[in-house]
């Protein structure tokens, strides 16, 4: 019985330049590869495990889960083929044969998985970075594979990008390194609106927002009068919200702009409607107030020009912010600390 376990152990499958594959090294090759395969399994689902947990070291425990994985892969495979008898000097010429192949039809595959290395050690795209693609996709990288890169949207709908359009395309990172960005969120108020009240009632309702940072001198809540409208004029609210919000960019705007509406209507201030006003130059062949009193709409001389009715006083110059914002001295992107 044992003679002839060793009969079938040594039969020989294959003779292959020079490497003789027998049925139990073919035997012994698959059981480790599946060893490697399962060990590659374990690692890098504990080392998933351990970065759902972290927070500062997230995205060097994704390299390491990468990284490990591919390893103890690799290794499984010569260790494999070595155990089954191949003698892997004598690969240079099927290495050949792959060099072929890929240049015949699997260099995009290779072009993927090369993307996928870049993105991995470059860093400039991490997993939990929120990114926005030239196509108008918006999400959070989950994760960066071999062949493509999964995005997931805020309506939890998976996109899969191929790592070579994230390296050649333009991408825009909102939260690089963790910080946040400056956002603008128009608004506009009927005209008639004291600017000076606009500005204090909606900066009031950005600062008490829970999702507005707290003010520093290089990062300040602003509002800008920014144009003239056909019956309004045109605001924008700038503000500073926590990484956190960045992430939600629809619901962050929707909440500002909900936020806005209510200083306002707290304040009293108007929002404007469309609206035409009608100039009639002339009545009947008359003018002016000869065209008033001949429709007996009022007496010649008896209509006051508005500028005569308004305080004599000059209203108090109101802030402005966008000029403020030019005259301070930008900072040097270089010199900014790292985070």
Do not use: C
């Not at 080392?47 to 390299?63: G, N, P, W």
């Not at 603008?184 to 108020?189: E, K, L, N, Q, Y």
């Not at 009240?197 to 602003?222: D, G, H, M, N, Y």
């Amino acid at each position: 019985m044992i003679s002839d376990l060793d009969q079938l152990n040594d039969a020989t499958v294959i003779n292959v330049g020079g490497s003789v594959l027998t049925v139990g090294g073919l035997a012994a090759g698959g059981v480790i590869l599946l060893v490697a395969i399962l060990v590659s399994w374990l690692v890098t689902r504990g080392v998933r495990r351990l970065r759902q947990k972290a927070q500062r070291t997230a995205q060097a425990l994704y390299l390491l889960e990468k990284l490990a994985g591919y390893a103890i892969l690799v290794i499984g495979v010569v260790a494999g083929l070595s155990a089954a008898g191949v003698n892997l000097s004598s690969l240079a010429v099927f290495a050949g044969a792959l060099g072929i192949g890929v240049g015949l039809g699997l260099q995009g595959v290779v072009k993927e998985f090369v993307s996928g290395i870049f993105l991995i050690f470059d860093r400039m795209l991490s997993v939990g970075d929120y990114v926005e693609l030239e196509s108008g996709t918006r999400g959070a990288i989950a994760e960066i594979g071999p062949r493509a890169t999964r995005i997931q949207t805020n309506d939890n709908v998976n996109v899969i990008i191929p790592n070579s359009h994230l390296i050649e395309g333009p991408v825009t990172n909102w939260t690089l390194k963790g910080d946040t960005r400056r956002i603008h969120i128009p608004f506009s108020v009927a005209y008639g609106a004291a600017r000076g009240e606009v500005r204090e009632a909606v900066l009031e309702a950005a600062r008490i927002s829970p999702f507005t940072l707290p003010e520093t001198e290089q990062r300040k809540s602003q509002v800008w009068l920014v144009g003239f409208g056909d019956s309004s004029l045109n605001f924008e609210l700038l503000v500073w919200p926590t990484p956190e919000a960045v992430k939600r960019p629809a619901a962050m705007h929707a909440a500002y702009t909900w936020a806005i509406a209510d200083a306002l209507d707290a304040a009293g201030i108007e929002i404007p409607f469309p609206q035409t006003d009608l100039r009639i130059r002339s009545i009947l062949g008359h003018e002016g107030d000869d065209g008033l009193a001949a429709l007996g709409l009022g007496d010649k001389g008896a209509r006051v020009a508005p500028r005569q009715r308004e305080d004599p006083a000059l209203p108090a110059p109101t802030v402005n912010d966008a000029a403020d914002d030019l005259l301070t001295p930008a900072t040097d992107p270089m010199e900014a600390p790292e985070r």
